[in-house]
C-alpha cells in the first residue's frame, strides 16, 4: 500500500480576473519509508503541492489518500488530528515561537496533542540529545545559529514520530556548510524509516534523493521512479 | 490541548508583550478603580446621612411652623418662616394624643455664655426633659432638665460636652454657675458627646435650657419645631394625621404647619442617594466598556502580530477552537488582572477617602464590586471572542507565510 497516493489534483487560484493553475492534473503514489525531492523553477507549484499533501490546503479536484484513507473529505478538525500524528512540517524560515525555548519550541506538538507535561519532557530531553542540541535546551530561538534553529525544528517535527516529513526549502536561509548538515540530519532519519519530501530549487540537493519530481507550471513533467509517464504537454 | 497548558501557553503569551499587556491591564483596572472609588463615595453620603437622621431619635415626628406647598420634604420647606406661631401650648396638646408617647418642644437662638472667666457665643436650645428621650441622647454628668411646667421652668441648664470642654477644660461642671444673656443659670448635666448634629447645629456645642427660659430671654411665644415621639413605628402616621388634625382646630381652622417623619425624610434622602450612586456607578462602567474595546484591539494586534504562529501551530495539528480558547484565555487573563488591579486600586482609593474625611462612611457597596467584576471580566471576554475566532479562522497557509 502507497503511503501516499495523489490523483487528478486541481489546484486553482483567482487572482483578480486571472487563473492560476497551480497543480493541474497531478498523478502521484509516494511509498513508504521514501526520500523525494520535488524540484522545479519558482511559481511551478511545489509549495503548493507540499501544502496539500501536509493538509494544510484543500484539492479544487482530486482525491488524497494518505495511508489508505481519503484526507480530503475529512472534517478540519480530524485533518488537524491528522497534521498532529502522521505529519512533521519543516520550514524555509524555521517558524520557533520566538518566546519560547528551543526545549518549549520541541514539545509544542506534544503539548499541542495534549500529552501530559512529565511524558514531554521526557521525550523533549531525548529529542535535544539526538539532535545534538542539549546544551541548547532554555535558549530562545534569538539566541541560537541559523542551523541550531532549523535543528530545532526539525527535533519539533519529528517528536511526534510522524509517517511523512515535509520539508520546505529547508536550507534556503542556510549557508552551504549549515545547509548540507541540515541535509545530512534529515537523511539519517530517512534512512530509520521516515519518509521524506523535499522542496528545493538546488539541483544539487534534489540529485541526493532516490526520487525526483519535477514540477513546471502546475505540472508534474517528470518523476524519476516513472520516467516514461511523464505527463503529455498541453 | 489541556486546560492547565492553554493557561501557561496565554499566560506567557501575553506577558511576551509586557506594553500591549500593561496597556489593557491598566485600562481595565481604571475601569474598575473608578467604579469601587465613585460607588464608595455615593454609598457613603447615602450612609452618612441615613446615619445622621437616624441619630435623631426613633420613631420620630416633627412640628413645622409654616405650610409646605408640596405636603413633602425639601430642605427650602424646612427653613419656612413662621406664618403662625407654634406655641407651647400647641405641643402641651399633643401630649394627650393616644398614638403619642413623648412630646418635646423646642425653640432655639443665639446667645452668649459666659462662665469660668469665659465667654464664647452658643446656640441655646429651649425644650423640657422629654427631650433626651425622644433624640436617644445620653448624659455625661449630673441629669438632664427637671420635669417642670412648660410656660415657667427652673433657672438650670445642660450644656454640651464641647462647651464644657472649652469653658471648664473637662472639669466637673454640675453645679457651676453660668451667665447666658442674662441669666444666671446653675448647670445641672453635661451631655455626652455625639459628634452629630443636623443642619449645622452640633449638639455637643448647644446650652439646653427649659423652654420658658429660653422663650423669656429671646422674648417670643414662637417654637422651633416640636418633637414627638410615636408609641410605635406602626403608629408613626396615626401619629401625624391626629397631630395635623389637632393643630389644624387650635390654629382656628387653617392647615398651617407641616409634619414630618423620619421615615419620609429618610426614605426621600435614601433613594436620592441610591440613584445617585448607581448613576455614577453607569458612568464609571462606561470605562470598562472602553476598556473592553481596548483590549479588543490589543487582542486583534496580537493576532496580527502573532499570524505565523497561528499559522504555525495550525501546522503543527492545532484545532480551531485549541487556538480560539488560547486567545480567550489571553483576554481573559487581561481583564482578570486589571479587575483585581483596580479592585485594589479602588479599596486604597477608598481607604484614602476615609482617612481624608473620617465622618465619611466610603465603603463601596457590595453590589458594586460584584458589578464591576462581573461587567469587566465579561466585557473582556465579549470582546476577546472576536480577535479569537478570527485567529482560529486563519488559512494556514497564508498565515505561515506572514513572517
Ligand atoms: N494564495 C495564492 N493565491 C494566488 N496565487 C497563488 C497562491 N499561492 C500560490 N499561488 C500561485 O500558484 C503558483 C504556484 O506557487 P507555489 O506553489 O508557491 O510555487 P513554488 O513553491 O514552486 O515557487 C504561483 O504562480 C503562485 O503565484
Ligand atoms: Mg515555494
Given at each position: 500500500m502507497d503511503l501516499i497516493r495523489l490523483t487528478g489534483i486541481e489546484r486553482v487560484f483567482h487572482l483578480g480576473d486571472s487563473v492560476v493553475h497551480a497543480l493541474s492534473r497531478l498523478d502521484v503514489a509516494i511509498e513508504a519509508g521514501e526520500y523525494v525531492a520535488i524540484m522545479g523553477p519558482s511559481g511551478s507549484g511545489k509549495s503548493t503541492l507540499l501544502n496539500l499533501l501536509g493538509l494544510l490546503d484543500r484539492p479544487d479536484a482530486g482525491s488524497y489518500y494518505l495511508e489508505g484513507r481519503d484526507v480530503t473529505t475529512l472534517t478540519p478538525d480530524e485533518q488537524a488530528a491528522v497534521r498532529s500524528q502522521r505529519i512533521g512540517f519543516v520550514f524555509q524560515s524555521f517558524h520557533l515561537v520566538p518566546r519560547l525555548t528551543a526545549a518549549e519550541n520541541v514539545a509544542l506538538p506534544m503539548m499541542l496533542a495534549g500529552i501530559p507535561a512529565a511524558q514531554r519532557a521526557q521525550r523533549v530531553t531525548q529529542a535535544l540529545k539526538d539532535f545534538g542540541l542539549d546544551q541548547r535546551a532554555g535558549h530562545r530561538p534569538d539566541q541560537l545559529s541559523g542551523g541550531q534553529r532549523q535543528r530545532v525544528a526539525i527535533a519539533r517535527a519529528t517528536i511526534m514520530q510522524p509517517a511523512v516529513l515535509l520539508a520546505d526549502e529547508p536550507t534556503g536561509n542556510l549557508d552551504r556548510a549549515t545547509g548540507d548538515d541540515v541535509i545530512h540530519l534529515l537523511e539519517a532519519l530517512n534512512e530509520r524509516g521516515m519518509t521524506l519530501i523535499i522542496v528545493t530549487h538546488d539541483p544539487k540537493i534534489g540529485s541526493r534523493a532516490r526520487r525526483q519530481l519535477m514540477m513546471e507550471d502546475g505540472l508534474l513533467r517528470h518523476d524519476s521512479a516513472r520516467p516514461s509517464a511523464a505527463v503529455a504537454e498541453t | 490541548m489541556r486546560k492547565a497548558d492553554v493557561l501557561r501557553f496565554a499566560r506567557d503569551a501575553a506577558t511576551a508583550y509586557p506594553l500591549r499587556a500593561s496597556l489593557s491591564v491598566l485600562a481595565m483596572a481604571i475601569g474598575v478603580a473608578a467604579v469601587v472609588v465613585l460607588t464608595s463615595l455615593g454609598d457613603g453620603a447615602r450612609r452618612y446621612v441615613v446615619e445622621q437622621f437616624?441619630?435623631?431619635?426613633?420613631?420620630?415626628?416633627?412640628?413645622?411652623?409654616?405650610?409646605?406647598?408640596?405636603?413633602?420634604?425639601?430642605?427650602?420647606?424646612?427653613?419656612?418662616?413662621?406664618?403662625?406661631?407654634?406655641?407651647?401650648?400647641?405641643?402641651?396638646?399633643?401630649?394627650?394624643?393616644?398614638?403619642?408617647?413623648?412630646?418635646?418642644?423646642?425653640?432655639?437662638?443665639?446667645?452668649?455664655?459666659?462662665?469660668?472667666?469665659?465667654?464664647?457665643?452658643?446656640?441655646?436650645?429651649?425644650?423640657?426633659?422629654?427631650?433626651?428621650?425622644?433624640?436617644?441622647?445620653?448624659?455625661?454628668?449630673?441629669?438632664?432638665?427637671?420635669?417642670?411646667?412648660?410656660?415657667?421652668?427652673?433657672?438650670?441648664?445642660?450644656?454640651?460636652?464641647?462647651?464644657?470642654?472649652?469653658?471648664?477644660?473637662?472639669?466637673?461642671?454640675?453645679?457651676?454657675?453660668?451667665?447666658?444673656?442674662?441669666?444666671?443659670?446653675?448647670?445641672?448635666?453635661?451631655?455626652?458627646?455625639?459628634?452629630?448634629?443636623?443642619?449645622?447645629?452640633?449638639?455637643?456645642?448647644?446650652?439646653?435650657?427649659?423652654?420658658?427660659?429660653?422663650?423669656?430671654?429671646?422674648?417670643?411665644?414662637?417654637?422651633?419645631?416640636?418633637?414627638?415621639?410615636?408609641?410605635?413605628?406602626?403608629?408613626?402616621?396615626?401619629?401625624?394625621?391626629?397631630?395635623?388634625?389637632?393643630?389644624?382646630?387650635?390654629?382656628?381652622?387653617?392647615?398651617?404647619?407641616?409634619?414630618?417623619?423620619?421615615?419620609?425624610?429618610?426614605?426621600?434622602?435614601?433613594?436620592?442617594?441610591?440613584?445617585?450612586?448607581?448613576?455614577?456607578?453607569?458612568?464609571?462602567?462606561?470605562?470598562?466598556?472602553?476598556?473592553?474595546?481596548?483590549?479588543?484591539?490589543?487582542?486583534?494586534?496580537?493576532?496580527?502580530?502573532?499570524?505565523?504562529?497561528?499559522?504555525?501551530?495550525?501546522?503543527?495539528?492545532?484545532?480551531?477552537?485549541?487556538?480560539?480558547?488560547?486567545?480567550?484565555?489571553?483576554?481573559?487573563?487581561?481583564?482578570?488582572?486589571?479587575?483585581?488591579?483596580?479592585?485594589?486600586?479602588?479599596?486604597?482609593?477608598?481607604?484614602?477617602?476615609?482617612?481624608?474625611?473620617?465622618?465619611?462612611?466610603?465603603?463601596?457597596?457590595?453590589?458594586?464590586?460584584?458589578?464591576?467584576?462581573?461587567?469587566?471580566?465579561?466585557?473582556?471576554?465579549?470582546?476577546?471572542?472576536?480577535?479569537?475566532?478570527?485567529?482560529?479562522?486563519?488559512?494556514?497557509?497564508?498565515?505561515?507565510?506572514?513572517?
Open positions: - | 437616624s441619630s435623631l431619635g426613633s420613631n420620630l415626628v416633627i412640628v413645622l411652623p409654616g405650610r409646605s406647598a408640596t405636603g413633602g420634604f425639601s430642605p427650602a420647606n424646612a427653613m419656612t418662616t413662621t406664618p403662625r406661631d407654634l406655641t407651647v401650648d400647641d405641643a402641651a396638646a399633643l401630649t394627650r394624643l393616644p398614638a403619642v408617647r413623648r412630646v418635646a418642644p423646642l425653640t432655639a437662638g443665639t446667645s452668649e455664655i459666659n462662665a469660668n472667666g469665659r465667654l464664647r457665643e452658643v446656640v441655646v436650645a429651649g425644650t423640657a426633659s422629654t427631650y433626651l428621650e425622644i433624640r436617644s441622647f445620653k448624659i455625661a454628668q449630673g441629669r438632664f432638665l427637671p420635669e417642670a411646667d412648660w410656660n415657667r421652668g427652673a433657672p438650670v441648664a445642660v450644656i454640651g460636652a464641647k462647651i464644657q470642654e472649652e469653658i471648664f477644660a473637662g472639669r466637673p461642671a454640675v453645679g457651676e454657675l453660668i451667665r447666658l444673656g442674662d441669666r444666671r443659670l446653675r448647670i445641672v448635666g453635661v451631655l455626652k458627646a455625639t459628634g452629630q448634629g443636623v443642619g449645622g447645629l452640633n449638639t455637643d456645642e448647644v446650652v439646653f435650657v427649659p423652654v420658658g427660659i429660653a422663650q423669656g430671654m429671646f422674648n417670643t411665644h414662637t417654637l422651633f419645631r416640636i418633637l414627638i415621639e410615636a408609641k410605635s413605628r406602626d403608629q408613626i402616621e396615626e401619629v401625624k394625621r391626629e397631630v395635623t388634625a389637632t393643630l389644624k382646630t387650635r390654629h382656628s381652622g387653617e392647615e398651617d404647619v407641616t409634619v414630618i417623619t423620619q421615615d419620609a425624610v429618610l426614605a426621600t434622602f435614601d433613594k436620592l442617594l441610591r440613584a445617585l450612586t448607581a448613576a455614577v456607578a453607569g458612568i464609571a462602567a462606561i470605562s470598562l466598556a472602553v476598556a473592553g474595546i481596548l483590549v479588543m484591539n490589543v487582542m486583534l494586534v496580537a493576532v496580527t502580530q502573532r499570524t505565523a504562529e497561528i499559522g504555525l501551530l495550525k501546522a503543527l495539528g492545532a484545532r480551531g477552537d485549541t487556538i480560539r480558547n488560547a486567545f480567550m484565555a489571553e483576554a481573559a487573563m487581561l481583564s482578570l488582572v486589571g479587575a483585581l488591579t483596580g479592585y485594589g486600586l479602588g479599596l486604597f482609593g477608598a481607604f484614602v477617602l476615609r482617612q481624608v474625611y473620617p465622618v465619611f462612611p466610603a465603603y463601596p457597596p457590595d453590589w458594586a464590586v460584584v458589578a464591576a467584576l462581573v461587567t469587566s471580566l465579561s466585557t473582556g471576554l465579549l470582546f476577546g471572542i472576536m480577535p479569537a475566532r478570527r485567529a482560529a479562522r486563519l488559512d494556514p497557509v497564508q498565515a505561515l507565510m506572514k513572517h
